[in-house]
């Protein structure tokens, strides 16, 4: 079985300030890791994935996430926020195969 | 490419009524899935196709709910005799597994439900 946890419902940066959202994971197999945002009223576009590749996994936008084992830990960060990162970011965690298990979400507010 | 595609993007019926969503996902995707997302919370799986398979159903999935995906193209959920717990934002994501394919879910911008 798969699960996630991601700490911290709200998350409020600076624009330019760096962005670190945080997701930990448990699961029974190998994962497969993802991060997905999703902005108001609308579905969710996939930023990132890990599949057993490269443990630093570049997205779009800017972000990117490493995957570490040790730490059962797959943080997604940005290095500069800007106003249009602002939105819901969820994590999610396969065994490979079917279902995507999400967690919570991220809400990431940027002032100004 | 166009994406998958969900309609209607909105649906308010009253309770009771029967409903009837439509997803198409990208063209020879052969898996699609279908996911129900609350206020506030992560979308949650409810069932998941294989061509015209379906071969997972959660336990979400009350008598109430059917999934249909009569040609392995589009697939249709319905819900029927509507209840107020039933509002939620209805996703369906689609992916290519294969050889090689990592299983990769790519997700409609949903059908929200308001059920009255």
């Known amino acids: 079985a798969q699960s996630v946890t991601q700490l911290g419902s709200h998350v409020s940066v600076s624009e330019g300030a760096l962005v670190l959202l945080r997701c930990n994971y448990s699961?029974?197999?190998?994962?497969?890791l993802f991060w997905y945002v999703q902005y108001p009223n609308q579905g969710l576009q996939l930023l990132l994935k890990?599949?057993?590749?490269?443990?630093l996994v570049k997205g779009i936008n800017g972000f990117e996430a490493e995957f570490k084992k040790s730490e059962t830990s797959f943080h997604l960060t940005k290095p500069s926020a800007h106003m249009r990162d602002a939105a819901e970011y969820f994590c999610?965690?396969?065994?490979?195969?079917?279902?995507?298990?999400f967690g919570t979400g991220t809400q990431l507010k940027v002032e100004l | 490419d166009t994406g998958v595609s969900q309609d209607p993007r909105h649906k308010i019926t009253k309770r009771g009524q029967n409903v009837t969503f439509r997803c198409d996902p990208i063209?020879?995707?052969?898996?699609l899935y279908w996911y129900r997302q609350t206020l506030g919370q992560g979308p949650e799986f409810l069932t998941y196709?294989?061509?015209?398979?379906?071969?997972?159903k959660s336990r979400l999935l009350s008598d109430r709910f059917s999934a249909e995906r009569p040609k392995g193209s589009f697939s249709t959920l319905e819900i029927q005799r509507t209840e107020q717990g039933d509002s939620a934002m209805y996703l369906c994501?689609?992916?290519?597994?294969?050889?090689?394919?990592?299983?990769?879910?790519?997700f409609g911008a949903g059908t929200r439900l308001s059920v009255l």
């Open positions: 699961s029974s197999v190998p994962p497969y």
């Open positions: 890990y599949t057993s590749a490269a443990t």
């Open positions: 999610a965690v396969t065994g490979g195969g079917n279902k995507l298990t």
């Open positions: 994501a689609s992916s290519f597994l294969g050889q090689g394919e990592k299983n990769i879910q790519y």
């Open positions: 063209s020879e995707h052969n898996r």
């Open positions: 196709f294989q061509n015209e398979a379906q071969l997972e």
